[in-house]
């Protein structure tokens, strides 16, 4: 079973997932390493796709950014994953994005199977961008072999976004 979230306060059942939360394992350091970096992409949908590094604190994308309803973002809607997908809106227009915060610090892997594990989860909260997206725009995703290139496409492209912003210096 899937849940819709639609604000923090307001849970619908449904086939999909808008925020998500990969967990950390113990040993996981989730320490602020690098700067602070929110960036935004403009996507072909009606949805702009904003990543959130490590350093990204609460207060500083709470900034520009709340809930799709409104509802003030809190730090305990990031807290304790290694990555989450809010559907949010830009404060200053309201426009819809779809927000994305992963905890961690790509750019000082230990070991290769970590690195792996990191990129895995890069790859999950992006998957979890392309499902929102295509409910936000209700469209299908096609599963026939000849027809799932827009699917991969955006997948690939998101998954970009998302590791372009979080090896930054």
């Given at each position: 079973?899937?849940?819709?979230i639609?604000?923090?306060?307001?849970?619908?059942?449904?086939?999909?997932s808008?925020?998500?939360?990969?967990?950390?394992?113990?040993s996981?350091?989730?320490?602020?390493k690098?700067?602070?970096?929110i960036?935004?992409?403009?996507?072909?949908?009606?949805?702009?796709?904003?990543?959130?590094?490590?350093a990204?604190?609460?207060?500083?994308?709470?900034?520009?950014?709340?809930?799709?309803?409104?509802?003030?973002?809190?730090?305990?809607?990031f807290?304790?994953?290694?990555g989450?997908?809010?559907?949010?809106?830009?404060?200053?227009?309201?426009?819809?994005?779809?927000?994305?915060?992963?905890?961690?610090?790509?750019?000082?892997?230990s070991?290769?199977?970590?690195?792996?594990?990191?990129?895995?989860?890069?790859?999950?909260?992006?998957?979890?961008v392309?499902?929102?997206?295509y409910?936000?725009?209700?469209?299908r995703?096609?599963t026939e072999?000849?027809k799932?290139e827009?699917?991969?496409?955006?997948?690939?492209?998101?998954?970009?976004?998302?590791?372009?912003?979080?090896?930054k210096?």
């Open positions: 079973m899937f849940y819709l639609l604000s923090k306060y307001n849970i619908y059942t449904g086939p999909f808008l925020v998500t939360f990969s967990f950390p394992s113990k996981r350091d989730m320490k602020q690098s700067k602070v970096h960036d935004t992409y403009e996507s072909i949908y009606p949805t702009q796709l904003v990543v959130a590094n490590n990204a604190t609460t207060k500083q994308i709470a900034k520009d950014y709340c809930w799709f309803d409104g509802v003030e973002l809190e730090d305990s809607d807290a304790n994953c290694l989450c997908v809010i559907r949010a809106k830009r404060k200053s227009d309201g426009r819809k994005v779809t927000l994305v915060k992963i905890n961690f610090d790509l750019s000082k892997p070991k290769p199977e970590a690195f792996l594990d990191d990129i895995a989860s890069l790859v999950h909260e992006a998957g979890h392309v499902l929102d997206t409910s936000y725009v209700e469209d995703i096609c072999v000849c799932q827009p699917f991969c496409y955006y997948l690939e492209w998101v998954f970009k976004c998302i590791y372009k912003t979080i090896i210096k």
